[in-house]
């Protein structure tokens, strides 16, 4: 009484899920396309029946009181239809899992979307609150998302009775089995739709635009990304949104210049000022600011405000403004700015006594006098 336990090595009192797991070990590896040999076809064959007994249980409570099958094919040529062995089990053996458990649904996320803002770089120094357009799938306002004409509603399929999938009877080396497929009338929904709605073609959402008003950060810069979820595109049939991803392009400034989470800026000082010193006011995004300019101040220095340039996007404070002194040699000078100039050198001793620029051409002055010429 124990043959069919022994062809699957299991005992008499394996639990249904025990008999599953050890009749898929063995058809794994007895199965004709993988094992060809006359041997292992006839073992397949002694392990399925086994199989076909035990899985059913009304047929395991028969075999295990009386020793037989009660009447069953033990010839194995009538095939498995009628009994708890079915296609199915082959196809969980072979491609890991079982078949469905009921017809997909209609309802499918939307797809995800990105579009391209374009802002200021003062709106990335302090973040802004931008409203956008967008064109995208909406929920159809017909239908709200059924699909349906209002006041109808799906239908069961006819052919496959609400299943999704039709069974038809194949002859295979295993004998005749019963394969499954996608309804062709209802594409496998159990469901159709008599009356589709006539604004959205039965899909449940539209194309339209709408405004959105969304938050970008202090600190973004070009290629950065927002994630808006929820607000892509509808799903058909009333399924959920997609997420909205917003990619940033931040315009090139005018006056500043930024690297990192820093700002740079030239600002032009007068050659009398920078040798005398002096205060100017610079103008930036965070209102004027003065900017003292100490005497003797070179061209290429660079003065940096604290805490003026970009916020941190990942944590707290702001970059630098780094100022970039460029002095100013006059052009042009008249006869009396000459001669001021002249007497200047003389007093610094930049000029011989004849009156031309000293030799070394070491002093402010004689490469002034250098780059104006005989202007």
């Known amino acids: 009484m124990s043959n069919h336990y022994e062809a699957l090595g299991v005992s008499q009192g394996a639990s249904s899920e025990e008999i599953k797991k050890a009749y898929r070990k063995l058809a794994r590896k007895l199965h004709p396309d993988v094992n060809p040999g006359p041997d292992a076809s006839e073992e397949f064959k002694r392990v399925s029946h086994a199989y076909e007994v035990l899985s059913d249980p009304q047929k395991r409570r028969v075999y295990d009181t009386t020793g037989n099958e009660n009447g069953t094919d033990n010839g194995f040529g009538s095939g498995y239809s009628g009994s708890g062995f079915a296609f199915q089990d082959i196809f969980e053996t072979f491609f890991g899992g079982g078949g469905p458990s009921g017809p997909p649904s209609r309802t499918r996320r939307g797809q995800d ?15 802004i609150n931008k409203k956008i357009e967008v064109d995208t799938a909406a929920v159809c306002g017909t239908c709200d ?43 496998g929904f159990g469901t ?21 008003t969304i938050k970008i950060p202090a600190g973004v810069s070009t290629g950065t ?7 892509g595109e509808a799903g058909t049939a009333g399924g959920p949104q997609g997420d ?14 930024r690297d990192g989470d820093d700002l740079h800026v030239t600002m032009s000082v007068p050659m009398t000022a920078a040798a005398l010193g002096t205060a100017v006011n610079l103008n930036t995004f965070d209102g004027e600011q003065e900017l003292a300019i100490k005497p003797g101040t070179q ?18 404070g702001r970059g630098d403004l780094q100022v970039h002194l460029n002095v100013e040699t006059p052009r042009n000078v008249d006869a009396a700015q000459e001669e001021l100039l002249r007497r200047l050198a003389e007093l610094r001793g930049e000029e011989s006594t004849e009156g031309q620029l000293a030799s070394s051409g070491s002093g402010v002055f004689a490469r002034l006098r ?6």
């Open 370 to 375: 250098e780059r104006l010429g005989n202007l």
């Open 145 to 187: 998302g059924t699909c349906c004409q209002p006041g109808t509603s799906p239908q069961t399929c006819d052919i496959c009775g609400g299943s999704g999938q039709v069974q038809r009877a194949v002859r295979s080396i295993l004998g005749q089995v019963m394969t499954s497929a996608p309804c062709g009338t209802c594409q």
């Open 299 to 316: 061209s290429g220095e660079v003065l940096t405000l604290r805490g003026l340039g970009v916020t941190h996007l990942r944590g707290q």
């Open 113 to 127: 979307a990105l579009i391209n803002v374009r802002i200021d770089l003062k709106d990335a120094v302090f973040g």
């Open 244 to 257: 909205l991803y917003i990619e940033i392009r931040v315009n090139t400034d005018s006056t500043f210049l």
């Open 192 to 212: 159709v739709i008599p009356n589709p709605c006539h604004e959205c073609k039965g899909e449940g959402r539209v194309r339209a635009r709408r405004s959105l």
């Open 225 to 231: 990304r927002i994630q808006l979820s929820g607000q």
